[in-house]
């Protein structure tokens, strides 16, 4: 294809004429060095706008000129620098601010101004001062003082590695070898050795007159320490991090030795900064000194305050060490056997699937081997788990995920707001067809939310924690256009319209309503129409949590399969009628329940807890102690966990201990219930099996009472004593030594109570 000549370079062609540059030098390191990111989008229009200033593209007396094809577009450029007159001749050689802003690592970026600096004064002196030099059209050398002549010097010639051969770079010569013969200039540039030896330039009249090495990849970390050391020179009190780049390049260049001063330096200008010590450490451990090295660690966590952040680094290196020494020191240290090798991929695979989906991404880093085996298990990628996630995920990860699981991704576990968006959920829900199990833990929009669940036909369990809000009618749209459903949770945002159930619910097994924090208005439930139209529930909660919302129902006897029932922050005028089939009951701030005086006897003749294993009431200010021992004595052969918490132990507890209804239980919570040493006496003698009893925020219990309790028939296992004032140290020192796991922690108050021989 022919191409054409022009002098006519656009703004526009910059673009162009950099991507033409870089693909032609991309493997020198001053390219990649000088235009960090490269065609990069992110970086790319910085490093347009320095490429320009760097080629001349904004001053006068810089001719430019492009070879284009039939196309437009653009095959090679160049740019020439003339001079009518000369303007170094006669001129003192100085150098030149130049400053890189775009290169954000700082030794990088001395290096390369003061690389460019030489260049520039090299340049300098051979057209101004006819220092012999570079490789020159008809350079005649005059002597020192004479009258230099005027001169050009061909700056950059770019070819498109894939055009090259089409004669642009002939081209481009034949324009600069015409400008110099028209204005009698004498011309000058500077090729690489690749150009010289193909002799393009020989054949116009440039002959050969120096050669000169700027850098190669040593001379480069060389120059770059002449450089620091100049500065460290010119400072009474040296940067720390120039002495710590220092110290790194000598580490590469296996300067070891000077490295080790600059470390040592470093500890003895800021002793309280992990730096220094990490670098000596690191340098003594390169020269075999692992002792001497521990010995830094050590010396270092001794001086760095522990609120510097950087000192979990420092005892992470010094513990790494530690364990290194103990395995040289042993006298066969274990050989480190890859897994994956050595394990039949049967029992690898089986291994594997018992770790956290975290674990099994983090593993994907250890090797391309390790790599390309956990890819090739589907069955790993089946559960997507994003819980433990620190950082924000992107769509392509959770893409990766679904590919590598080859469609048959379960269970989806989302959060992070950035990392979940529409297009994710709906990319999981169109390709997953086994999905079963979806968590969101971030927000999205309801209509994104209900596209996604109608896609899939497969969805057993959807929970929708606190962060993830959603309206009353979001809850009854997604119930009623999924009707695989049967695990639900939900955290509403009220808004006072009543609930809408419709479909078929008949599916629906667990249902657990919470209205968030920040609710405002009511939470009009309607049960009665969703007890009707999800007969087969076994387990509901309830949490309307404002005390505007109307009571709710207080028959739930149409659930026969019920078996869980919790009612928190909820307002209920009788004692609710429940099922016979109920297991466990939870009574949390119901605010309204036991408030009619007739309850205590109306309740009895509806209800039959004999199934009840499991019960808790707490701060239920109407709920009469006569209620409670009902509970209690109608399920006293089952009942297994019983919490009291913030109920008044003096109504009838103690009755109820001594007359049996409590010998099956297990489980016994009593916090901040007014309990004593006489009461807790009266529970290790009458509670054989108990085993966890937790007494916390009870003012009156003492030493006495733990005593009791470790000393009571089958013993106990955990006891829970945060806030009991009357207890002291030695009373849960003598529980731990018993075996016994106290958790306590010492109130503010702290008051005198009874001693007690525990010995």
Not at 50 to 72: L, Q, S
Not at 247 to 268: F, S, V
Not at 739 to 749: E, S
Request: charged fraction near 25%.
């Amino acid at each position: 294809m022919p191409v054409f000549l022009s002098e006519n370079i656009e703004e526009e062609d910059y673009d162009s004429l950099f991507e033409i540059n870089y693909k032609a030098f991309h493997a020198e390191p001053i390219l990649l060095a000088l235009f960090p990111g490269g065609l990069e989008p992110s970086t790319c229009a910085v490093n347009v706008a320095c490429f320009r200033t760097f080629v001349g593209g904004m001053e006068p007396h810089v001719a430019k000129a492009k070879v284009i094809d039939e196309d437009g577009r653009i095959c090679a450029f160049a740019t020439m620098q003339v001079h009518d007159e000369n303007p170094f001749f006669g001129a003192e050689v100085k150098e030149s601010a130049v400053h890189l802003p775009h290169i954000q690592e700082n030794q990088k970026r001395l290096f390369l101004e003061w690389f460019i600096e030489t260049k520039n004064i090299r340049r300098k002196q051979i057209i101004g001062l006819q220092v012999a030099g570079s490789y020159g059209r008809e350079f005649r050398t005059l002597l020192w003082g004479h009258e230099a002549q005027p001169a050009a010097e061909l700056r950059t010639l770019f070819t498109d590695p894939a055009r090259q051969g089409e004669g642009a770079a002939t081209l481009l010569l034949k324009w600069a070898v015409g400008i110099m013969d028209s204005k009698g200039l004498r011309g000058m540039l500077e090729a690489s050795r690749v150009a010289v030896e193909y002799g393009l330039y020989e054949k116009h009249g440039f002959r050969p007159i120096d050669v000169h090495t700027y850098v190669n990849e040593t001379l480069l970390k060389e120059e770059g320490i002449t450089f620091v050391t100049m500065a460290i020179a010119r400072c009474d009190d040296p940067p720390l991090s120039i002495l710590d780049n220092r110290a790194a390049t000598y580490t590469k260049l296996e300067e070891l030795p000077k490295a080790l001063a600059d470390g040592r330096r470093m500890i003895q200008v800021a002793k309280g900064e992990v730096k220094g010590y990490l670098r000596t450490g690191q340098i003594l451990q390169l020269m075999g000194k692992d002792k001497t090295a521990l010995g830094i660690y050590e010396y270092g966590l001794k001086n760095v305050l522990r609120t510097n952040d950087d000192v979990k680094l420092l005892q992470g290196m010094h513990d790494k060490l530690v364990r290194k020494c103990s395995a040289t020191d042993s006298a066969a240290a274990p050989k480190i056997i890859d897994p994956l090798k050595s394990l039949p991929m049967e029992l690898a695979q089986m291994v594997l699937q018992n770790l956290s989906f975290r674990t099994i991404v983090s593993l994907l880093r250890v090797s391309k081997l390790w790599k390309a085996i956990l890819e090739s298990i589907p069955a790993l990628w089946r559960h997507l788990d994003l819980s433990k996630t620190k950082k924000n995920v992107r769509f392509g990860s959770i893409k990766a995920c679904v590919i590598r699981s080859g469609g048959t991704l379960t269970h989806a576990t989302l959060s992070h707001y950035d990392s979940l968006n529409s297009d994710a959920l709906t990319y999981i829900a169109s390709r997953c067809k086994r999905l079963e199990y979806l968590e969101l833990r971030t927000g999205i929009s309801n209509e994104s939310l209900l596209k996604a669940v109608t896609m899939t036909s497969t969805l057993k369990t959807l929970i929708l924690l606190s962060g993830h809000e959603v309206s009353l009618d979001t809850v009854t749209q997604l119930l009623a256009q999924s009707k695989s459903l049967e695990h639900t949770e939900f955290y509403i945002r009220t808004r006072g319209h009543a609930a809408k159930w419709e479909g078929d619910l008949s599916k629906l097994r667990v249902l657990k309503l919470h209205a968030a924090k920040d609710s405002q208005g009511s939470l009009r439930l309607e049960l009665d129409d969703l007890f009707t139209k999800a007969p087969h529930l076994h387990t509901l909660s309830l949490q309307t949590r404002t005390a505007t919302s109307p009571r709710i129902a207080s028959d739930y006897s149409s659930l026969t399969s019920l078996r869980t029932l919790s009612l928190t922050d909820v307002d209920i005028a009788t004692f609710p009628c429940l099922p016979r089939s109920l297991q466990s009951l939870s009574l949390i701030n119901a605010w309204g329940i036991g408030s009619r005086s007739d309850v205590a006897d109306a309740y009895m003749d509806r209800n039959d807890f004999s199934s009840l294993t499991s019960l808790t009431v707490s701060a239920a200010r109407y709920l009469r102690p006569v209620v409670v021992a009902g509970l209690i004595g109608s399920g006293r052969k089952k009942l297994q966990k019983l919490d009291l918490r913030d109920f008044d132990a003096s109504l009838g507890i103690a009755a109820l201990i001594n007359e049996g209804h409590l010998a099956e239980v297990t489980d016994l919570r009593l916090s901040n219930a007014d309990v004593s040493d006489d009461l807790v006496g009266l529970v290790a003698r009458c509670c054989p099996k108990l085993r966890d009893f937790d007494a916390s925020y009870n003012m009156k219990l003492t030493g006495v009472g733990v005593k009791a309790l470790v000393l009571k028939e089958g013993g106990i296992q955990r006891l829970n004593l945060d806030h009991c004032v009357g207890v002291g140290s030695d009373a849960v020192e003598y529980a731990r030594a018993k075996g016994v796991v106290v958790h306590f922690t010492f109130p503010d108050i702290v008051k005198s109570g009874k001693r007690v021989r525990l010995g």
